[in-house]
């Protein structure tokens, strides 16, 4: 088998989850680390195991590699994925795809007219029960959809002492719960019920209008307390909390609600998807059971399990029913769709996994909830 060289740019925590799903995969050989200085790359590379070492021009010009994987902070997406596009590379990248919609209509572009490979890192979609409740609801199961229900809690950002660079806009954009956790909920939403948002009606909440930034490296007072000194009071213009109302193309309703600052809830995505046969509902915290509502007989819990699962949606299941698959499997399976498209050549014509073209769909999405915040109001997409 011919393996296929990669390179990852960033080593926050979403790049070694990216290394450590490649390493699962059969075709896959991450063969080079990036970070902003040589001495930071090579330090980081020895810590993951990765031999060869980089700042993001010179992996570039390495003809060896054939697929970079965008794991920096939000700013830097789109100028680093459109270099790895010109340089000739496969691009995966996190989400979002860039800051605003042009710079994403860009990308898409660009990525259409090389026929590169191009993925966003959309993977909550890749829970086997996501995929089952999808299938599920194309065959008819379902029925027609009358409600969505969605929410994506976190509590990361609690006390105002809860510090990170995506709370600074010229990194992160003017969203961040939305835009960060938000993304993911409307994607999954979208993908499951193959419905389009067409309006929406937000309102945002920040309940830290001011936090305090650590002056000193927070990872060297671990378990310390530091002094009131050691921090800068900074003014916070992004929502730690935001409620929207949904239309959708079907002419029916939703509601999501996005929070970072709910105590206990460290990363829950849940889903309440209501038709005219029955009702799913699904939590991600407890991602290997899905509950199936009916009005004339018992409910039903479906457990994962390939045997039961249907055939489409068992290609994302690699354990048998009881061994729990979880959040680091989401990212394999979304990754090993990716390489059969690398190992093709080419983007394939009607792709299984999340494009450029998608990563500019949550961004549309985003933008026009940011605009209804603003304006308190209804706006269409």
Not at 53 to 71: G, M, N, P, R, S
Not at 242 to 268: E, P, W, Y
Not at 290 to 302: Q, V
Not at 327 to 346: H, N
């Amino acid at each position: 088998m011919q393996k296929i060289n990669v390179g990852v740019v960033g080593t926050g925590f979403i790049g070694p989850a990216h290394i450590e799903a490649l390493r699962r995969l059969p075709n896959t050989n991450v063969v080079a680390l990036c970070e902003v200085t040589p001495e930071l790359a090579r330090q980081k590379a020895d810590q993951l195991g990765i031999e060869r070492a980089y700042t993001f021009d010179e992996l570039l010009k390495q003809d060896d590699i054939q697929v970079v994987h965008i794991c920096t902070p939000n700013f830097l997406h789109y100028q680093q994925s459109k270099a790895a596009l010109e340089a000739g590379k496969h691009v995966v990248c996190e989400k979002p795809l860039a800051k605003d919609l042009h710079e994403a209509e860009e990308l898409v572009k660009l990525a259409k007219e090389t026929g590169l490979v191009n993925a966003v890192h959309f993977n909550l979609r890749y829970y086997p029960l996501v995929r089952q409740m999808k299938v599920m609801r194309e065959r008819q199961e379902l029925g027609d959809i009358y409600s969505i229900i969605g929410s994506y809690l976190q509590d990361w950002l609690f006390y105002d002492t809860d510090y990170n660079w995506r709370l600074e806009p010229d990194k992160s954009g003017d969203s961040r719960a939305i835009a960060d956790i938000g993304s993911h909920l409307m994607d999954s939403l979208e993908y499951i019920t193959g419905l389009k948002t067409v309006a929406v009606m937000a309102d945002f909440n920040t309940v830290h209008k001011v936090r305090k930034k650590p002056l000193k490296p927070v990872e060297t007072y671990s378990g310390k307390m530091l002094q009131p000194e050691d921090y800068a009071d900074v003014p916070i213009n992004t929502e730690d909390h935001a409620n929207v109302l949904l239309r959708f193309d079907n002419g029916n309703r939703g509601v999501i609600t996005v929070s970072q600052v709910s105590a206990g809830r460290k990363n829950q995505m849940k889903l309440e998807i209501a038709g005219s046969k029955k009702t799913f509902a699904w939590n991600s915290e407890s991602p290997n059971e899905m509950w199936i509502g009916n009005r004339d007989g018992a409910n039903e819990s479906f457990l994962r399990d390939p045997s039961l699962a249907h055939p489409e949606a068992r290609s994302v299941i690699s354990f048998p029913g009881g061994h729990n698959e979880g959040f680091p499997d989401t990212s394999k399976q979304l990754f090993k769709e990716v390489y059969d498209a690398v190992a093709a050549g080419k983007q394939p014509e009607n792709p299984t996994f999340p494009t450029f073209a998608d990563g500019y769909r949550e961004l549309l999405i985003c933008e026009k909830i940011l605009e209804s915040n603003r304006k308190q109001a209804w706006v269409e997409i």
